[in-house]
């Protein structure tokens, strides 16, 4: 855990750009649920993955499950005038009471017309056709790539729709597959890593699906989809995944685990993951509020500290200047120029800096020419681009002898 730094009030500033404010952080993400590096940390140090998944979520079992959702409607796009479309071999376009063949190395267009039907362009010409139009192509053995996504995709339905959004018709493509074939499209962790660590991401990927499905449904209002194909929820990348390097790992680690979720008293839970914890996981209260979840306690995590992660520990450097312009940016941590920063107690189990809770504790108090201001750990993450909200400050400022001198808690003056 690391240990928390205080603000230092002194009356001369540093030098034009020399670093001011130093933060010392550890990890990337939200902290809750399962560390991907500490997963990778723990198979290095021959843990299994139902090992791995038990350490991360409290009191939960790893094993089959019935009432899977049999398939998924993920979305790639939202929110796109134009959606493009292009296929290594033959696809099918179809629409309400017609339809159209593409072909290999065809380019194709489906744009929305303001009066909610579509335009759907191709070599022999454009065509107005109604809302929505659907791609098939899986049953031929075409890879259908659509360039706004940058990704290739083997299996489902591509539907792209038009929906109505402040006056204007805009749209969206939304895939639909299965739930075992929507799992070798994720992009969430390199194929190359330990078996064991791939099978625990499968699985908790799975469960997180299977979980959002039951509580939100197979059509979100903003995407009309169950999951986002980007890190709102899960990354899928679709065929990319497969055809990359180790692609094979993955797809043996999914089918290894075919139907296994972790649950918790017999219910699947929403298994939450992020990239590395900095040496402990997170509440999660402690994170996005609400009722504290039993499967979701912070825990230990001294595998994620493996010298291959480049996460595990960060630094970064502010002169005045930088920091006071980057604050700025928003109304919420605008204070001019900036004297201090302070993280104020108490922390989170793991050491993360919560949100506001008074006027004296929690979230970080932001001093400056203009003011002072009050935020969470969060939002300074967010402002500043910090990778997690473990962190600590310290200012650097100068003595009047000339010497820098630190401030590493209350009162503590080092002259270096």
């Not at 991360?56 to 790639?76: A, C, D, E, M």
């Not at 306690?297 to 450097?317: I, K, T």
């Not at 002072?372 to 300074?380: C, I, N, T, Y």
């Amino acid at each position: 855990m690391l240990l928390l730094g205080l603000a230092l009030l002194l009356p001369h500033p540093a030098e034009a750009g020399e670093a001011a404010f130093v933060i010392e952080g550890g990890g990337w993400g939200h902290g809750v649920g399962m560390s991907q590096w500490g997963a990778y940390g723990m198979a290095r140090a021959g843990k299994d993955y139902r090992e791995i998944l038990s350490h991360y979520y409290t009191g939960t079992q790893v094993g089959k499950v019935t009432g899977l959702p049999n398939s998924l409607r993920i979305g790639l796009l939202q929110g796109y005038s134009v959606v493009q479309l292009r296929a290594d071999g033959r696809f099918d376009l179809e629409f309400k009471g017609g339809s159209r063949q593409g072909g290999a190395g065809e380019s194709w267009e489906v744009r929305a017309r303001g009066d909610g039907r579509l335009d759907l362009y191709g070599p022999a010409g454009q065509v107005a056709v109604e809302n929505p139009v659907t791609v098939s192509f899986e049953g031929y053995g075409t890879k259908l790539y659509l360039p706004q996504t940058g990704h290739r995709y083997a299996y489902g339905v591509l539907e792209v729709s038009a929906y109505a959004q402040n006056g204007t018709y805009l749209l969206r493509a939304v895939l639909t597959l299965g739930l075992e074939k929507y799992l070798y499209g994720l992009g969430e962790v390199p194929s190359s890593w330990p078996l064991e660590s791939l099978k625990a991401q499968a699985v908790a990927a799975r469960s997180y699906a299977a979980a959002k499905v039951a509580s939100s449904g197979q059509n979100r209002p903003g995407c009309d989809c169950a999951l986002y194909a980007d890190t709102r929820d899960q990354v899928y990348i679709g065929y990319d995944k497969e055809a990359a390097a180790y692609g094979a790992n993955w797809r043996s680690a999914v089918d290894a685990t075919a139907g296994e979720t972790v649950t918790y008293q017999g219910a699947t839970i929403p298994a939450y993951y992020f990239a590395s914890s900095g040496g402990y996981t997170e509440n999660n209260e402690n994170v996005w509020g609400g009722s504290p979840l039993p499967y979701l306690r912070g825990v230990p995590d001294p595998y994620d500290l493996v010298p291959e992660n480049p996460h595990a520990r960060w630094r970064r450097e502010f002169s005045r200047s930088e920091l006071s312009s980057l604050l700025a940016r928003d109304p919420a941590t605008a204070a001019g120029e900036v004297f201090s920063l302070q993280v104020l107690e108490p922390l989170g189990v793991s050491g993360r800096v919560l949100r506001v809770i008074d006027t004296g504790r929690g979230g970080v108090r932001i001093t400056g020419s203009a003011g002072e201001r009050r935020v969470s750990g969060e939002k300074l993450r967010s402002v500043l681009g910090l990778k997690s909200t473990l962190f600590r400050v310290v200012n650097l400022l100068r003595h009047p002898s000339g010497s820098l001198i630190k401030g590493s808690g209350p009162a503590v003056y080092q002259v270096v």
